[in-house]
């Protein structure tokens, strides 16, 4: 594919998603209150946010750990709720096989129900 038509592409990705933003910003915020609520730093809620990308994940391992559950339990319960994030990016994989590894690797994180639904329909 040339740049310019691989360029385009980005480009109208970008678009399509930009109303996920609706929802991701009021998330984010919510996410972000009741972490510092649970007397977590800024940097901890940065950094839980960074490696548990998946909503789900965030409100149910925050839960857990208000209710002094032990590490294996929330990471245990988040991985599970994250399966089926794997089963999304498994499914991209034959779309995806020839893409460098880093860009498979970003996709993969960044990919969410709304992004691999917008990504089956495309």
């Given amino acids: 594919m040339p740049r310019s038509a691989k360029t385009a592409a980005f480009w109208r990705g970008v ?3 930009l109303p996920l933003l609706i929802v991701v910003a009021p998330f984010a915020t919510l ?3 009741l972490a510092m609520e ?3 730093s800024v940097v901890e809620v940065t950094g ?3 490696l548990v990308f998946a909503g789900a994940s ?3 391992a925050l839960q857990l750990i208000l209710d002094n559950a032990p590490l294996i339990v929330v990471i245990t319960a988040s991985l599970t709720i994250n399966l089926g994030m794997a089963m999304y990016s498994a499914s991209l994989a034959t ?3 020839a893409a460098p590894l880093w860009q498979r ?3 993969a994180y960044f990919n969410v129900d709304q992004t691999f639904a917008l990504g089956v329909a495309k």
Wanted: charged residues 5%; proline residues 0%.
């Fill in 15 to 17: 678009l399509d998603i």
């Fill in 31 to 33: 996410f972000g209150v």
């Fill in 38 to 40: 649970a007397g977590l």
């Fill in 48 to 50: 839980f946010s960074v």
């Fill in 58 to 60: 965030q409100l149910a």
């Fill in 95 to 97: 779309h995806l096989g």
């Fill in 105 to 107: 690797v970003l996709i």
